[in-house]
């Protein structure tokens, strides 16, 4: 009887793997959590870095604010400041908005 395997959520991820998620050097990464609280990843006895999904979301806000938008850190952290979760809810539906916009252009594509 064949079955299907579930995948395996990770938990945590090292300073590696989010950086390329976000195709930045580490050092951007470990840059960031100096520069913000809301970044602040667990460390193994080694000392390593590990990073959860809230971690990783908090950096993808932080990436959306300096390097999509064009905020300086000053302005990101003061964004973040201010509300959070309002910057997180805009982040959103900029993203989700991109991928409606995708999935038009393929089909106006298709129609072609």
Do not use: C
């Not at 930045?24 to 460390?43: C, G, M, N, T, Y």
């Not at 990101?76 to 910057?87: C, R």
């Amino acid at each position: 009887m064949a079955y299907k395997e579930k995948e395996i959520e990770k938990l945590y991820y090292s300073i590696g793997e989010v950086a390329e998620q976000f195709n930045v050097a580490p050092s951007l990464i470990r840059f960031w959590e100096s520069e913000f609280d809301i970044i602040q990843p667990k460390k193994n006895r080694k000392g390593n870095r590990q990073f959860t999904k809230e971690d990783i979301e908090n950096i993808r806000t932080i990436y959306h604010l300096v390097k999509q938008k064009g905020f300086t850190l000053q302005g990101a952290k003061e964004m973040l400041k201010n509300d959070t979760q309002a910057v997180k809810d805009k982040m959103e539906m900029y993203e989700s908005l991109k991928r409606i916009r995708q999935f038009l252009v393929e089909v106006r594509d298709k129609l072609q």
